[in-house]
């Protein structure tokens, strides 16, 4: 498997469980940076890797009516004083192939989103300008398909990618989690991370929005950091229920360490540290 550097974090191989987080959209400017500083202080307390994630425009929304977001120009000038004063890499997705080239100049990681995984424009133009790629596989795609994916993205030259799995569509408004796309999806050479907050959604549940039940959330978590995925993927907010985007799913901010604190555990065991690995190493006698 291929280690992936985002500035100073190693995802794949050996590398600690990293964390991509925040809150679905940027809603205030002053509450993000809340949001972003109280990550950085947990994970930096707990010795993760965290990649700062929110959405500078949601074009995805299940109605015309529902919070976008405040746009690429504000958006973007928020998220690059979040890596700047915060000192921590930036996560968000693009929606349009206009948008790519300014995105890419201040996100680490640029994310392409499960609904656009298979438009090969838009793969192949973020391929061309993102230092890393996150691609999101759709609910509609089984984990071997996603090799057709990467291989657009290689074609392009570019071979610093994360896959990310968020559940699969099973039946109307609901998806379900097949633990076993990890592995398959490692198997490809990238590291694999695991959407829990997306992978408890159901899309269009609620008519003019997504629904979601997020007391599944840290199951999912724990049952994909056993299953082997190199990272987590998790959308929180101070208080889930009064969001603009993805009110169901998202984690309230305050019941993170206590699945972080458990996420690690089962990590250590699973794939304990090298430093472990080499003094449980039997010795000569």
Known sequence: ?????????????????????????????????????????LTGELGIPFIFKSSYDKANRSSANSYRGP???????????????LSVPILTDVHCGFDVERVAEVADVVQIPAFLCRQTDL???????ARVVNIKKGQFLSP?????????????????ILLTERGTCFGYNCLVSDMRAIPVMQSW????????THSVQRPGGLGSASGGDREFVP???????????????????????????????MLPLDKLPALLEKAIAIRNIVNP????????APHAT
């Open 71 to 85: 746009g690429l120009e504000k958006g973007l000038e928020i998220l690059s004083a979040i890596k700047s004063k």
């Open 144 to 160: 071997w398909e996603v090799k057709n994916v990467i291989e657009k993205i290689e074609r392009i030259g570019n071979r610093n």
């Open 219 to 249: 199951c999912l978590a724990k049952a994909a950091v056993a299953a082997g995925c190199d990272g987590l993927f998790l959308e929180v907010h101070p208080e889930p229920d009064r969001a603009l985007s993805d009110a169901s799913t």
């Open 189 to 196: 050479g990238y590291p694999v991370i695991f959407d829990a």
């Open 273 to 280: 540290p090298l430093a472990v690995r080499r003094d449980d």
């Open 1 to 41: 498997m291929r280690q992936i550097l985002i500035g100073e974090i190693e995802i794949g191989q050996n590398s600690p469980l990293a964390l991509i987080a925040g809150p679905c959209v940027i809603e205030d400017t002053e509450e993000c940076f809340q949001i972003a500083s109280r990550l950085k202080i």
């Open 123 to 129: 793969v192949q133009i973020v391929a061309e300008k």
